[in-house]
């Protein structure tokens, strides 16, 4: 294959999958003006290490490799000193209390739902791109690292709780 075939190969597939990558890296980063630096990186490094034989598999590769560059970005940034549980859940508490909604999850998830955004991050992550990027599980497996039964586990458990929450706001809202 010639560099230019090489090339064109990889623009489709860049493409293909340029928006999916973007919004995966805006709803991990949560809005964050970063998302469009890391998700250029993001391409930088498929190419620097693109293989033609990745075409099948290229979009679990890439948001692999999105997923992997947002960790790493936030371990970066993250401070030396370790703080307890209650310490964070208190930032987080007051991060969320005082936080605008522009750039929140309700932009990313359609209905805004607030269950969805109360849901643990791991969860979040998970049914995003099970119901957002409507990855099939074995793909969501190949990103994550996790088997598709646990990827499975844990979509039904986040979609068991935004149920029973929309449920009990329903039933408040009745009374």
């Known amino acids: 294959m010639t560099s230019q075939e090489h090339l064109t190969e990889f623009s489709v597939l860049v493409k293909t999958h340029l928006n999916s990558v973007i919004r995966y890296v805006s709803f991990l ?17 498929a190419w620097q290490q693109f293989d033609p034989q990745l075409k ?23 401070p ?10 208190q930032a987080v508490a007051r991060t969320s209390d005082t936080e605008n909604t522009a750039g929140s999850e309700d932009d990313v998830w359609p209905e805004g739902l607030p269950a969805f955004s ?16 409507q990855i099939p599980y074995d793909e969501m497996s190949r990103i994550t690292g996790k088997s598709q039964e646990a990827l499975r586990k844990i979509v039904s458990r986040a ?6 929450e929309v449920a009990n706001e329903t039933l408040q809202q009745s009374e």
């Open 80 to 89: 030396a000193v370790k703080y307890t549980g209650a310490q964070i859940e």
């Open 56 to 78: 099948n598999s290229f979009r679990a590769w890439v948001m692999k490799i999105a997923r992997n560059m947002v960790i790493d970005r936030y371990k970066r940034r993250a």
């Open 159 to 164: 979609v068991l709780a935004i149920r029973k």
């Open 29 to 45: 980063t949560r809005g964050n003006e970063d998302a469009s630096d890391i998700a250029q990186d993001v391409f930088l490094k």
């Open 118 to 133: 109360r849901l643990p991050v791991n969860q979040r992550e998970i049914v995003y791109m099970r119901y957002v990027e």
